[in-house]
């Protein structure tokens, strides 16, 4: 089945350092979606993508969808403390329906 | 505000027990759905509802059961028979269309006394 890799699995940085990490894919997705889970909360949806090459920005995250259609990239700019958290991408299994395949997450860890 | 309402947020069962998680949702979607994270793991999906009186097993069902009498509710039961139900449980919603996002709850954590 589908299978979404995400890397790093996980990241120390230091405060107003950017951040890149991605989500591949053995097969091609026509919508990527990236969530961002504070501990002990729900994933919140940060940015949705759904056209290959389509780049997008929300504040200081900017996300793209990867020419390919088998990846998206996540970049946060000046990162804050705040940023902490899990950040994972998703994308419709089998291309269709409503039904999501997330990645395994990459935490990030900020250093104030 | 509209939402996903979970409760309660933390949970203990004792051996044996059977306990239900509630899931509300006022955004008028027609789907619904429960998934389980496990510390540092990702997001495994248990049952899916794609609209009322009808739900569907995703990948990890046993030891589960669900019900979607209404639009906006969708409580999972975690039976006797789950026998290692400590985990993050999170519901989700969406249009029921497809290549729409989901919309989350904000878990609820089960604990076995």
């Known amino acids: 089945g589908q299978q979404l890799n995400q890397s790093p699995q996980s990241m120390f940085i230091q405060e107003g350092e950017d951040v890149s990490m991605n989500c591949t894919s053995s097969?091609?997705?026509?919508?990527w979606l990236w969530y961002k889970q504070d501990p002990g909360e729900g994933p919140v949806l940060l940015i949705a993508?759904?056209?290959?090459?389509e780049l997008t920005s929300n504040g200081r995250l900017t996300a793209q969808f990867g020419i390919t259609r088998k990846d998206s990239f996540l970049n946060i700019s000046a990162s804050i403390p705040s940023d902490v958290g899990i950040y994972f991408c998703a994308g419709p299994r089998n291309n269709a329906g409503n039904m999501l395949t997330f990645g395994g997450g990459t935490r990030l860890m900020v250093k104030p | 505000d509209g939402g996903i309402t979970q409760s309660p947020k933390y949970l203990f069962r004792k051996e044996g027990q059977n306990v239900t998680l509630s899931c509300e949702q006022n955004?008028?979607?027609?789907?619904m759905y429960w998934y389980r994270q496990d510390p540092g793991q990702g997001l495994r999906l248990i049952y899916y509802?794609?609209?009322?009186?009808?739900?569907q097993k995703g990948d990890i069902a046993e030891g589960y059961s669900v019900s979607r009498e209404k639009k906006e509710s969708f409580p999972l039961t975690v039976t006797s028979a789950q026998k290692n139900p400590t985990a993050f449980y999170l519901c989700?919603?969406?249009?029921?269309?497809?290549?729409?996002?989901?919309?989350f709850g904000d878990g609820t954590r089960l604990s076995i006394l």
């Open positions: 989700a919603s969406s249009i029921g269309q497809s290549n729409q996002p989901q919309h």
């Open positions: 097969s091609i997705f026509n919508t």
């Open positions: 993508l759904y056209k290959a090459g």
């Open positions: 509802s794609q609209i009322v009186n009808d739900f």
């Open positions: 955004l008028n979607h027609d789907a």
